[in-house]
């Protein structure tokens, strides 16, 4: 069966440290997936996606993430976070063609010390 | 992207009584999505609502517990009918195009059961 683990359900940095939240997945084929984030009383802000092409893709407030077929992961990564970063961090794999619906991973909440 | 907004933001409820969440889209959609986040947990799948005819619900999930319209492309409701404490979580709606893979979520209802 399809799935998503995020294995890390806290994470605690501090600012200006290089950040990887990891991110697995299984599925029998390449999926698309896709990265979260979710502030405090908010909803779901796209960070970046992976559907096909070049393994390692850029998103939004400096994000990156590689999708590593070998390992099943697609992991979030981040040089110099910033206190604004704190938040819970979603995985997401919607699975190919065909169909819509997303599977979420169980969420990562990073905590940034000043 | 598509601006989506969600009525009510918050509303705390009494046991046996049922609330009606709006969803509102900008832009005309193909996909809308309707999801439950339990407090400390990830986002679940209760149906995609589809213009004109029945929404399509998860295991899980039953019509006359969720009943869900959706009139046209840019609006959809979702009814959380004879609500239990059990039914205190944040509903999203997101949104999404046939051809292209990501989803985008409004801001969330977050809801309250006495």
């Known amino acids: 069966a399809q799935s998503v683990t995020q294995p890390d359900i806290h994470i605690t940095v501090s600012e200006g440290a290089s950040l990887e939240l990891r991110c697995n997945y299984s599925?029998?084929?390449?999926?698309?997936l896709f990265w979260y984030v979710q502030s405090p009383g908010q909803g779901l802000q796209l960070l970046l996606k992976?559907?096909?092409?070049?393994?390692l893709v850029q998103g939004i407030k400096g994000f990156e993430a590689e999708f590593k077929r070998s390992q099943s992961s697609f992991n979030l990564r981040k040089p110099s976070v910033h206190w604004s970063d704190a938040a819970e961090y979603f995985c997401?794999?919607?699975?190919?063609?065909?169909?819509?619906?997303?599977?979420f991973g169980t969420g990562t909440r990073l905590k940034v010390l000043a | 992207s598509a601006v989506i907004s969600q009525k009510p933001s918050r509303d705390i409820c009494q046991r046996g009584t049922s609330l009606t969440i709006q969803c509102q889209v900008d832009?005309?959609?193909?996909?809308m999505f309707w999801y439950r986040q339990q407090p400390g947990q990830s986002l679940t799948l209760i149906a995609t609502?589809?213009?004109?005819?029945?929404?399509?619900?998860e295991s899980g999930f039953v019509i006359d517990k969720f009943p869900i319209s959706r009139p046209n492309l840019t609006f959809s409701t979702l009814t959380v009918s004879n609500m239990s404490p059990e039914d205190s979580s944040i509903y999203l709606c997101?949104?999404?195009?046939?051809?292209?893979?990501?989803?985008?979520f409004g801001p969330g209802t977050r809801l309250t059961v006495l």
């Open positions: 997101s949104v999404g195009q046939t051809g292209q893979g990501e989803q985008f």
């Open positions: 599925y029998g084929a390449t999926p698309y």
């Open positions: 992976y559907f096909s092409g070049d393994t």
């Open positions: 997401a794999l919607r699975e190919g063609s065909g169909t819509y619906k997303y599977i």
């Open positions: 832009s005309q959609v193909t996909m």
């Open positions: 609502a589809n213009q004109g005819s029945e929404a399509t619900y």
